[in-house]
């Protein structure tokens, strides 16, 4: 088959293209570094066409109240695209629990793209995801000085990148779900826990606080963002660290 891989040279999507490739298929990454936008709609109608599967792993550049705009223009332009192209499938990857914070732009956001996404003229599929490892760097990042990090316990399940990616390969290659696919992590922390064990991993003395307030996760309440009965992922958070 072949795969428009929109948002292909990140993160997600060059290991979704790496992935799929390896499974005999055809994916080819698009991004604006290959001269498609999504937002003015440069390039998509040349991007998609012909492709029986559309992947669209684009995200908005902020997590403000400018995301909503962005996520409903480039979804707007991509479907537009995908429907003159003949495109049988579009996936998309959003996040376990979105639609359970409407206090955070980005997760009212994301929730719109799928709502977009459902409502338009071709078969998809949607994969949720909880929180990437990869991010944990950055979360450290936002409440931090010289000698605290301040994070709320905010219950997360942290999954790898790589999981991601392979999931997602999986359920493009596979029929359209109409619906939605949770992947997750095998196991929840606390995201001060998790930071404490970040820490100590790379050797950093700075003080964990917990702070209920501290940070974009003091905006979710209880444990929204884990999914016990996701699909889960097979790699642990200490093994990824090492």
């Given at each position: 088959?072949?795969?428009?891989?929109?948002?292909?040279?990140?993160?997600?999507?060059?290991?979704?293209?790496?992935?799929?490739?390896?499974?005999?298929?055809?994916?080819?990454?698009?991004?604006?570094?290959?001269?498609?936008?999504?937002?003015?709609?440069?390039?998509?109608?040349?991007?998609?066409?012909?492709?029986?599967?559309?992947?669209?792993?684009?995200?908005?550049?902020?997590?403000?109240?400018?995301?909503?705009?962005?996520?409903?223009?480039?979804?707007?332009?991509?479907?537009?695209?995908?429907?003159?192209?003949?495109?049988?499938?579009?996936?998309?990857?959003?996040?376990?629990?979105?639609?359970?914070?409407?206090?955070?732009?980005?997760?009212?956001?994301?929730?719109?793209?799928?709502?977009?996404?459902?409502?338009?003229?071709?078969?998809?599929?949607?994969?949720?995801?909880?929180?990437f490892m990869e991010f944990m760097d950055a979360v450290l990042t936002w409440t931090a000085d010289d000698g605290?990090?301040?994070?709320?316990?905010?219950?997360?399940?942290?999954?790898?990148?790589?999981?991601?990616?392979?999931?997602?390969?999986?359920?493009?290659?596979?029929?359209?779900?109409?619906?939605?696919?949770?992947?997750?992590?095998?196991?929840?922390?606390?995201?001060?826990?998790?930071?404490?064990?970040?820490?100590?991993?790379?050797?950093?003395?700075?003080?964990?606080?917990?702070?209920?307030?501290?940070?974009?996760?003091?905006?979710?309440?209880?444990?929204?963002?884990?999914?016990?009965?996701?699909?889960?992922?097979?790699?642990?958070?200490?093994?990824?660290?090492?």
């Open positions: 088959m072949k795969f428009a891989v929109i948002g292909g040279t990140g993160l997600i999507g060059s290991q979704v293209v790496r992935d799929l490739n390896a499974a005999g298929h055809q994916a080819v990454p698009h991004a604006l570094s290959t001269g498609v936008d999504v937002i003015s709609g440069r390039g998509l109608d040349e991007a998609v066409a012909g492709a029986d599967v559309v992947v669209n792993l684009t995200n908005s550049p902020t997590f403000d109240e400018a995301s909503p705009a962005f996520f409903r223009t480039s979804m707007d332009n991509l479907l537009a695209a995908a429907r003159k192209g003949g495109v049988r499938h579009v996936v998309i990857l959003s996040i376990v629990g979105a639609d359970q914070v409407p206090e955070l732009d980005y997760y009212r956001a994301k929730v719109l793209q799928e709502d977009i996404l459902a409502a338009g003229p071709i078969p998809y599929s949607i994969v949720r995801a909880t929180q605290t990090v301040r994070l709320p316990a905010t219950p997360i399940q942290p999954i790898a990148a790589k999981d991601v990616a392979a999931a997602v390969a999986e359920v493009a290659a596979g029929p359209p779900l109409n619906g939605i696919r949770n992947i997750g992590g095998p196991d929840v922390f606390a995201l001060d826990e998790l930071g404490r064990i970040t820490l100590a991993h790379k050797g950093d003395r700075r003080t964990v606080v917990t702070d209920p307030t501290a940070g974009m996760f003091a905006a979710v309440k209880g444990d929204v963002l884990t999914d016990q009965n996701a699909r889960l992922a097979p790699t642990r958070y200490a093994d990824w660290l090492s």
